[in-house]
C-alpha cells in the first residue's frame, strides 16, 4: 500500500485505522509505534481522536475559512442576481456579464465568485475539429505579436438565404493582435476581385501604406482558390506584406477567423437566414458596430476589439485589477463591522 502519510483519506478508512490502533495498544503496542509502522504521521492521528472525542465527524472539511473576510456582501449578491435575471443581459455568459458589470460599475467581482452565485441560485444556464492533414504540408511559421497591424486574417464563410442551396458570403478582415474586424463585405460570388477589394479597403482603413515596407502586417489565409490567386498574391508582393498560407483541412493553423465567423453565426441576435444582400449588409453593419466596441472579448482579457486596437488593453486590466482589489478590502472592512455587530465579544478576537 505505501506511505499513508500525505495522502487523503476518507472517513470510513480514518475510522478503521483509528480502531487498529486502539487494538494494537491494548496489545502493548504504542499508538506512535503503530504510526511508524503504518507510515503515518502522529500529530495526525490525534487530531483524529480530538475530533472524535468532541463529537466531530472524521470526514475532510471544505478548504478555506468558513466566513472569509473579503466573502461578497449582500447587496453585491443582489446586484449579481438581478443583473442576470435581466432581459438586457440574458445572453451573457457568466464571465462577459462579470466585465460588463465592471465597465459599468455595477459591481466588483471575480469570474469565479459570479459563476458560484449564479450557481447557487440557479441561473448558470444556457444564455445565450478539422480533418486530418496529408502529413506533408508545413505549419505557418506565426510571429510573436506585440501592436496591431502585424498579422492579419481573413476568410470566406457561407451565409445562409431563404432559397435552399443558395448563398451569400461574407468576407472578414481581422487583426489577430487586438481581434478588431478590420474590413469585411457580403457578396453573392466567391471570387478573388472581392477578396481584393477587402484587403485593399483594410490598407486605406489603417493607413498601412504610409508605413514603411518592414513594418507593414503579414496576411494568412487557407489555400482556397480566392486565396492563392494571382490577384492576390500580387497585392501582397506589391505592397511588401509577406502571405502565409494555412495547411489543408487544418483549421488550427488560422484560429482567429474560424472563431469570429463562430462568434458571428452564435449571437443571440443573428437571423440564420437573409433575404438577399442588402439584408445581410444592413445586419452586419449593426453587427460589426457591436463587435469592434461594445463585445467584450474573452481572448484580449475582456476588452473590446477597438480598445484592443487603440493600446488600451493594459491600462483597463490594470484599471480592473485596482478596483477589484479595493472592493475586496472593502469587503473586509465591512464583513468585520457586521461580525462585530452581532458577535461583539468577537471583537477582541479580530485582527
Given at each position: 500500500?505505501g506511505?499513508?502519510?500525505?495522502?487523503?483519506?476518507?472517513?470510513?478508512t480514518k475510522?478503521?485505522?483509528?480502531?487498529?490502533?486502539?487494538q494494537s495498544?491494548?496489545?502493548?503496542v504504542?499508538a506512535?509505534?503503530?504510526?511508524?509502522?503504518?507510515?503515518?504521521?502522529?500529530r495526525r492521528?490525534?487530531?483524529w481522536?480530538?475530533?472524535?472525542?468532541?463529537?466531530?465527524g472524521?470526514?475532510?472539511?471544505?478548504p478555506?475559512?468558513?466566513?472569509?473576510?473579503?466573502?461578497?456582501?449582500?447587496?453585491e449578491i443582489?446586484?449579481?442576481?438581478?443583473m442576470?435575471?435581466?432581459s438586457?443581459?440574458?445572453?451573457?455568459a457568466?464571465?462577459?456579464?462579470?466585465?460588463t458589470?465592471?465597465e459599468?460599475?455595477?459591481?466588483?467581482?471575480?469570474?469565479?465568485?459570479?459563476?458560484?452565485?449564479?450557481?447557487?441560485h440557479?441561473?448558470?444556464?444556457?444564455r445565450?475539429a478539422?480533418g486530418?492533414h496529408?502529413g506533408?504540408?508545413?505549419?505557418?511559421?506565426?510571429?510573436?505579436?506585440?501592436?496591431?497591424?502585424?498579422?492579419?486574417?481573413w476568410?470566406?464563410?457561407?451565409?445562409?438565404?431563404?432559397?435552399?442551396?443558395?448563398?451569400?458570403?461574407l468576407?472578414?478582415?481581422?487583426?489577430?493582435?487586438s481581434r478588431?474586424a478590420?474590413?469585411?463585405?457580403?457578396?453573392?460570388?466567391?471570387?478573388?476581385g472581392q477578396a481584393?477589394?477587402?484587403?485593399?479597403?483594410g490598407?486605406?482603413?489603417?493607413?498601412?501604406?504610409e508605413?514603411?515596407?518592414?513594418?507593414?502586417?503579414?496576411?494568412?489565409n487557407?489555400?482556397?482558390r480566392?486565396?492563392?490567386a494571382?490577384?492576390i498574391?500580387?497585392?501582397?508582393e506589391?505592397?511588401?506584406?509577406?502571405?502565409?498560407?494555412?495547411?489543408?483541412?487544418t483549421?488550427?493553423?488560422?484560429?482567429?477567423?474560424?472563431?469570429?465567423?463562430?462568434?458571428v453565426?452564435?449571437a443571440?441576435?443573428?437571423p440564420g437566414?437573409?433575404?438577399?444582400?442588402?439584408?445581410?449588409a444592413?445586419?452586419?453593419?449593426?453587427y460589426?458596430?457591436?463587435?469592434?466596441?461594445?463585445?467584450?472579448?474573452?481572448?484580449?482579457?475582456?476588452?473590446?476589439p477597438?480598445?484592443a486596437?487603440?493600446?488600451?488593453?493594459?491600462?483597463?486590466?490594470?484599471?480592473?485589477?485596482r478596483?477589484?482589489?479595493?472592493?475586496?478590502?472593502?469587503r473586509?472592512?465591512?464583513?468585520?463591522k457586521?461580525?462585530?455587530n452581532h458577535?461583539?465579544?468577537?471583537?477582541?478576537?479580530?485582527?
Amino acid at each position: 500500500m505505501g506511505a499513508i502519510s500525505g495522502r487523503r483519506l476518507n472517513e470510513q478508512t480514518k475510522e478503521e485505522i483509528l480502531v487498529v490502533i486502539a487494538q494494537s495498544q491494548q496489545a502493548g503496542v504504542s499508538a506512535r509505534r503503530s504510526c511508524a509502522l503504518l507510515m503515518l504521521s502522529y500529530r495526525r492521528v490525534v487530531r483524529w481522536q480530538q475530533r472524535r472525542h468532541q463529537g466531530h465527524g472524521l470526514a475532510d472539511a471544505a478548504p478555506g475559512p468558513r466566513h472569509p473576510s473579503h466573502r461578497l456582501l449582500g447587496d453585491e449578491i443582489a446586484s449579481i442576481t438581478a443583473m442576470a435575471r435581466s432581459s438586457e443581459y440574458v445572453d451573457l455568459a457568466h464571465r462577459a456579464m462579470t466585465i460588463t458589470a465592471w465597465e459599468k460599475g455595477l459591481f466588483f467581482a471575480s469570474f469565479s465568485s459570479v459563476y458560484r452565485v449564479l450557481k447557487e441560485h440557479e441561473l448558470m444556464t444556457a444564455r445565450g475539429a478539422g480533418g486530418a492533414h496529408n502529413g506533408r504540408s508545413l505549419a505557418p511559421v506565426r510571429k510573436p505579436l506585440t501592436g496591431p497591424n502585424q498579422r492579419w486574417c481573413w476568410d470566406i464563410s457561407y451565409v445562409s438565404t431563404f432559397e435552399k442551396g443558395i448563398y451569400l458570403y461574407l468576407y472578414l478582415l481581422l487583426d489577430e493582435y487586438s481581434r478588431k474586424a478590420i474590413q469585411w463585405r457580403i457578396s453573392w460570388q466567391q471570387d478573388a476581385g472581392q477578396a481584393r477589394e477587402l484587403l485593399e479597403g483594410g490598407l486605406l482603413a489603417e493607413n498601412i501604406l504610409e508605413l514603411p515596407e518592414d513594418q507593414r502586417p503579414e496576411v494568412i489565409n487557407d489555400r482556397g482558390r480566392q486565396m492563392k490567386a494571382k490577384p492576390i498574391q500580387r497585392l501582397c508582393e506589391d505592397h511588401q506584406m509577406p502571405q502565409l498560407f494555412a495547411r489543408p483541412r487544418t483549421p488550427n493553423d488560422n484560429p482567429f477567423i474560424e472563431s469570429a465567423f463562430s462568434t458571428v453565426k452564435r449571437a443571440p441576435e443573428y437571423p440564420g437566414h437573409f433575404r438577399d444582400d442588402a439584408d445581410a449588409a444592413a445586419y452586419f453593419e449593426r453587427y460589426f458596430d457591436w463587435y469592434n466596441h461594445q463585445h467584450y472579448h474573452s481572448g484580449i482579457d475582456y476588452v473590446t476589439p477597438h480598445q484592443a486596437h487603440q493600446g488600451q488593453r493594459a491600462d483597463i486590466v490594470a484599471r480592473r485589477a485596482r478596483q477589484h482589489q479595493a472592493q475586496r478590502q472593502r469587503r473586509r472592512v465591512e464583513n468585520q463591522k457586521i461580525a462585530i455587530n452581532h458577535h461583539p465579544a468577537a471583537a477582541a478576537l479580530v485582527v
